[in-house]
């Protein structure tokens, strides 16, 4: 209940933070290590959609064919919603992210923000430059915070995030038994309410989801069909809660909120900066990043799938998303090959075309039960 209540009210815990003088920077994508701003005292909160938002002034400013996602961001900026925090921290994670800086400053002025250029290739020479931006990044956050960063207070950030990591992973084993201990929903709410909170406020709200879910008295019925959701970014629990309905258990994920941020920790290394750049640049698998054309690219997918004993694949792709959509062919083959169905929604994240949606996942569920 109080994951659900954070993830209702996300500005809620930040806009207190800020009233009592705490900083509090706004970040769209993981590629700026929270680690970082964590060190220095900040809140790293997570800019997230909302998807009952009218998108009407945001045309005055960017065009309409680019990523509906990052429109719906704007279009809060622009309409004064996410002035409690009056900051912005983006990266290279997509052309419509780095296209979004510079228009975001010009039209809301934020009082700081900060580019990280991070790289789209794994090769050496790439995590040799992004620790290069990331010591970038840690100096201009020094200069925001007007306080140093030791080392140590890098560790001590890199270790607290490592342990929430863990207990993440922690919740997803329960996800494993059949039924599930807990719905897709109600760990989508309790990941969104930890990218909103201090780190340490969310690793004790880990602990009570865990203790209570653990000892609930929670008897579902069975599904046959277990899924796993990938694709593009969502942090809203509205076609979770729509595949579950239509008979399935979704009991993992490929999704930036979701199991690319919390299945690998940051390495416990004597260069903390080096470590971040290699696990953000290699061990988080966005599609953004390019690790070649052979399919085997996917292979930490069907181990997910493995794992959680996954008989189908459901992909929702936002439109204009080029990463994701590029990549949604060969996955198709690979997933093929690997005897997984799959099914793609093209989406404008307003979810308008609900039902429509719903005919075509109910019709994948009955497929999928059905072996």
Partial sequence: ?????????????????????????????????????????ILPYRITGNREESIVTVDNYIEPYGCPYIRNLFEQALKGKLDFQNSIVTSHSCDMVQRIYGVWIHCCQPDYHYFVNAPHTTAPWSRRFFKRELAFFKESIETFSGKAIPEEALHRAIDIHNQNRALVRG?????????????SSEMLQVLVAGSVIPAEEFKELLHQVTQEVKTRNYQPQKKIARLLLQGSIIDDTTLMNLVEECGADIVVDDICIGTKSYWHDVAVDNDPLEALANHYLVDFNCPRTYRGTQLDRFSYITDLAQEFNV???IAYILSYCDSCKLDAPALRRYLAQSGLPLLIIDDDYSLRNLEAIRIRVQAFTEMVSKG
């Avoid at 919740?171 to 719905?183: H, V």
């Fill in 1 to 41: 209940a109080k994951a659900k209540e954070i993830y209702h009210n996300r500005n809620q815990r930040a806009t207190e933070l800020a009233t009592q003088g705490e900083k509090v920077i706004g970040y769209i994508c993981m590629f700026a290590p929270l680690e970082i701003m964590t060190a220095a005292d």
């Fill in 311 to 313: 008989n189908g694949v």
């Fill in 171 to 183: 919740l997803y084993e329960l996800r494993k038994q059949n039924p599930p201990r807990l719905t």
